[in-house]
């Protein structure tokens, strides 16, 4: 118990068990002040390769869907990505993303939250990639793996 609350962190909350079989991801509300991007933002990716503009809670909702996917037999709720730190560290060649964030599972025929688990401000390593898209594309991945594990593991 000392080690958990040395390190800032709590085992997270185990889920109902009688969640949905069928989850909706819902676009993140990012609470951060920036539009993020990952993709799609410079004037070469956007006039010369006609990229689409990807952000970071574009990615976290595709991660977490991927990642639900993978992981449970859900149905009929809504996964709500409250999205609320995410600054890359450095900001040009990170080597970690600090994030926060909450993720709940709603029923949205009562709007009761079913399950929520809670990503406390901390920092994330990206260590070998080479751009920031890249950082936060890993990033993504293992808070969304992580917060989302008590689900159940992959199948």
Not at 94 to 117: G, M, Q, Y
Request: charged share 15%; proline share 13%.
């Amino acid at each position: 118990m000392v080690v958990l609350m040395a390190g800032g962190c709590a085992p997270p909350p185990a889920p109902p068990h009688n969640l949905p079989r069928t989850v909706a991801v819902l676009p993140p509300h990012n609470e951060t002040g920036g539009p993020l991007p990952v993709a799609g933002s410079s004037l070469l990716e956007r006039y010369a390769f006609d990229t689409r503009p990807v952000t970071v809670p574009d990615v976290l909702a595709s991660e977490a869907a991927a990642d639900i996917a993978k992981r449970a037999h859900l149905d009929g709720a809504a996964l709500f990505i409250d999205l609320r730190r995410w600054n890359p560290d450095p900001p040009t060649e990170p080597r970690v993303v600090i994030v926060d964030l909450v993720v709940s599972l709603i029923d949205p025929s009562s709007a009761r939250t079913l399950w929520t688990n809670h990503w406390s401000t901390r920092p994330v390593r990206t260590l070998g990639e080479a751009t920031l898209g890249a950082s936060d594309i890993s990033a993504a991945r293992a808070v969304m793996g992580a917060v989302l594990a008590p689900l159940g593991p992959e199948h």
